[in-house]
T-cell receptor, first 111, second 113 residues
Framework: RKEVEQDPGPFNVPEGATVAFNCTYSNSASQSFFWYRQDCRKEPKLLMSVYSSGNEDGRFTAQLNRASQYISLLIRDSKLSDSATYLCVVNNREYGNKLVFGAGTILRVKS | EAQVTQNPRYLITVTGKKLTVTCSQNMNHEYMSWYRQDPGLGLRQIYYSMNVEVTDKGDVPEGYKVSRKEKRNFPLILESPSPNQTSLYFC????????????FGDGTRLSIL
């Protein structure tokens, strides 16, 4: 079983739609959680950190459920520019600052 | 501007010819790491370094070497490259503190023929 699992998609949605991505992680010792965004052939870029209380940044909302070892990302009012691969990332400081990446969920927003 | 710089961005070479991919960061980060990204497998960690002269293996270290003689630099060395090391490589750095995200370089696309 992979340490971080995501639905690979692709999710094809119209502009303005709300879309949600889910991610599960297997290591209960994981301590930090992030969503990264990666455009085709480019470097991953931090979208947002995920906090236990849940957090929001504009149209993006991230939630963490430690009991179920589950992370989610909600995107409201999707824009064409949101088309990318979204990477769920967990950090286990037991191994330094190691990040473990999910394989990514592809989002395509169409007009 | 805060950044992680990798060189070269693209390289095509042949089996067995030693190569080095350089990585430099200007943010005074203690932690640096190398990843490779392959279709369907996501990003996998090759090596990481918690500070100068401190390096450790990641998930896929075979065929690679690294060094950390200075805080800002973390080169990735392929002593005898093979075709299965054809991949997209990313260097990343961060502070060593909880909840610190990693900053990535632009990537290096290596093709080993």
């Amino acid at each position: 079983r992979k340490e971080v699992e995501q639905d690979p998609g692709p999710f094809n949605v119209p502009e303005g739609a709300t879309v949600a991505f889910n991610c599960t992680y297997s290591n209960s010792a994981s301590q930090s959680f992030f969503w990264y965004r990666q455009d085709c052939r480019k470097e991953p870029k931090l979208l947002m950190s995920v906090y236990s209380s849940g957090n929001e940044d504009g149209r993006f909302t991230a939630q963490l459920n430690r009991a179920s070892q589950y992370i989610s990302l909600l995107i409201r009012d999707s824009k064409l520019s949101d088309s990318a691969t979204y990477l769920c990332v967990v950090n286990n400081r037991e191994y330094g600052n190691k990040l473990v990446f999910g394989a990514g969920t592809i989002l395509r927003v169409k007009s | 501007e805060a950044q992680v710089t990798q060189n070269p961005r693209y390289l095509i070479t042949v089996t067995g010819k030693k190569l080095t991919v350089t990585c430099s960061q200007n943010m005074n980060h203690e932690y640096m790491s190398w990843y490779r990204q392959d279709p369907g497998l996501g990003l996998r960690q090759i090596y990481y370094s918690m500070n100068v002269e401190v390096t450790d293996k990641g998930d896929v270290p075979e065929g690679y070497k690294v060094s950390r003689k200075e805080k800002r630099n973390f080169p990735l060395i392929l002593e005898s490259p093979s075709p299965n090391q054809t991949s997209l490589y990313f260097c990343a750095s961060s502070l060593v503190r909880e909840n610190q995200p990693q900053h990535f370089g632009d990537g290096t696309r290596l093709s080993i023929l």
